[in-house]
């Protein structure tokens, strides 16, 4: 795809992979992605497989973890990585997929967001799923018993009645299309977003379809006026998973798996897409019809705070592990990313990495333990 598209329409370079450190924690961020295509988490120094099958230490050198440093490596050795990756932020590389500059994305609200404009899937162009033949992509299951956000009423409310009736609400079918249209997707409010249709369908109105499509539109006096956006929740938390279905309508809050939705954004690059995943319509249709997704069991789990030992030993090593990744990925040679591996491996152990990786490592499996509970427990 490079060599086929080697500059983009603003006249730069086009690079199959840029990367940024912005992100960068544990590890090297950019590095622990592609774990996840196959079915891995991490946890500290740890992944995690989501059907806790498998638990490695980063540092293995035969993890999942040192096996994408090898690929960036052996990827920028065939000249396919940006070589502005080790000094720009995300806001630099954010403006580089818009411009099209940059061909592989992890996440599709980073390449989609950035390159899927009106004007580029109407031509054809844009960000789409290609599958990886064994990928088993990891999904966070929705929590059982709710998340780790937490509502609760102060001591010292003035009308406790009220703020219980407002959370009670957030909870029902109105409040979580309303509440959780900004940050998940939801339809908002029905009669003003969405309506059903004479098929009993819902669909978005013309509002809706503005709001969806272009970001914002004007509300009508009669439900208050000024811009959606304006007037959108801001709590940025959610009750029940978007993608449950609303018992009244028999289809999901989240207008985007609508069929009406579905039809009213079919473009060039979306057919052409369906048409080489056996028709799927969907990113999801397309990985649950293949058995390509692992979904760990949302069992509500939170691993202990480090002690203050751990935290110190915890921030020395990985920031030496952030440093190498990159030195890695950017080596000279075969040789030369051996030795740094190596280098790696004796410092971090060194400086307290093996006792972290214990700590990490028996929170995963209590983590996998409660996953598991879940799953017995809820069939």
């Known amino acids: 795809m490079q060599d086929a598209n080697p500059t983009a329409d603003n006249g730069e370079p086009v690079y199959a992979l840029s990367l940024f450190k912005d992100w960068d924690g544990n590890m090297m961020v950019t590095a622990k992605q592609p774990a996840c ?20 230490g980063i540092l293995d050198s035969d993890s999942a973890y040192v096996r994408s440093l090898k690929f960036y490596f052996e990827a920028n050795q065939m000249g396919l990585v940006d070589p502005e990756s080790t000094t720009q932020n995300y806001d630099t590389l954010f403006s580089k997929f818009q411009n099209g500059q940059v061909l592989f994305s992890w996440w599709p609200w980073l390449g989609q967001t950035a390159y899927n404009t009106a004007a580029n899937t109407a031509a054809g162009k844009g960000f789409e799923l290609v599958p990886i033949d064994d990928q088993q992509i990891f999904s966070y299951g929705a929590e059982a018993y709710g998340g780790k956000t937490e509502m609760v009423i102060g001591s010292k409310a003035e009308d406790p009645e009220r703020i219980a009736a407002f959370i009670d609400w957030l909870y029902s079918a109105e409040g979580v299309y309303a509440n959780a249209n900004q940050t998940a997707g939801t339809a908002g409010p029905e009669g003003l977003t969405w309506e059903l249709n004479a098929d009993g369908q819902p669909e978005l109105t013309e509002l809706g379809q503005k709001m969806a499509l272009e970001g914002d539109a004007a509300v009508p006096e009669e439900w208050g006026g000024g811009e959606y956006v304006a007037g959108a929740s801001a709590l940025n938390t959610t009750t029940v998973v978007a993608a449950d279905l609303d018992p009244a309508t ?68 990985k920031a030496l592990i952030v440093q190498y990744s990159w030195q890695m990925s950017f080596a000279k040679d ?34 996998d333990e409660a996953r598991k509970a879940v799953a017995a427990e809820l069939g």
Request: glycine share 8%; net charge negative; hydrophobic share 35%.
């Open 250 to 317: 028999g289809y999901s809050y989240n207008y985007k798996t609508w069929p009406t939705y579905q039809a009213l954004v079919q473009t060039p690059l979306s057919e052409d897409w369906s048409a080489h995943m056996g028709g799927a319509t969907s990113t999801m249709e397309y990985l649950r019809a293949n058995n390509q997704l692992l979904v760990a069991p949302g069992a509500s789990y939170a691993a202990p705070a480090d002690s203050s030992e751990i935290e110190t030993l915890r921030n020395q090593v």
């Open 37 to 56: 295509f196959y079915g891995y988490d991490e946890l500290g120094f740890v992944l995690a497989k989501a059907d806790g099958s498998d638990f490695q």
């Open 334 to 367: 075969e040789a030369e990313f051996n030795s740094l591996l190596t280098e790696l491996q004796t410092q971090a152990s060194g400086l307290g990495y093996d006792k972290v990786l214990e700590f990490d490592m028996t929170n995963a499996k209590a983590q």
